[in-house]
């Protein structure tokens, strides 16, 4: 069984830091990308960063705010975010993607930035 459970989520002021986690089980997690989307109320889905055997990609918002990283060893994506912004408020999703044919979804964490 496929599981990928998000943690790390909540409220933070702007300008804070949080550092979400998401734990795989049920697949072979090294040989496949793995990303972060979100989602806020009343807009698309969208991919804000991916990261696969070496290489990296972010969204031009998140850049240089945010870092995505992997621990194989653990089957453990991370997505250290700083200098939130109010406008990064979102559920975040973490998805496992292999040769773009198969997709999984984790459940989603609460991300609000906010005073």
């Known amino acids: 069984q496929v599981t990928l459970v998000e943690s790390g989520g909540g409220l933070v002021q702007p300008g804070g830091s949080l550092r979400l986690s998401c734990a795989a089980s049920?697949?072979?997690?090294?040989?496949?990308?793995m990303n972060w989307y979100r989602q806020a109320p009343g807009k698309e889905r969208e991919l804000v960063a991916g990261?696969?055997?070496?290489?990296?990609n972010y969204a031009d918002s998140v850049k240089g705010r945010f870092t995505i990283s992997r621990d194989n060893a653990k089957n453990t994506v991370y997505l250290q975010m700083n200098s939130l912004k109010p406008e990064d408020t979102a559920v975040y999703y973490c998805?496992?993607?292999?040769?773009?044919?198969?997709?999984?979804w984790g459940q989603g964490t609460q991300v609000t930035v906010s005073s």
């Open positions: 998805n496992a993607r292999y040769a773009n044919m198969i997709n999984y």
């Open positions: 049920g697949f072979t997690f090294s040989i496949y990308g």
């Open positions: 990261i696969g055997s070496i290489t990296t």
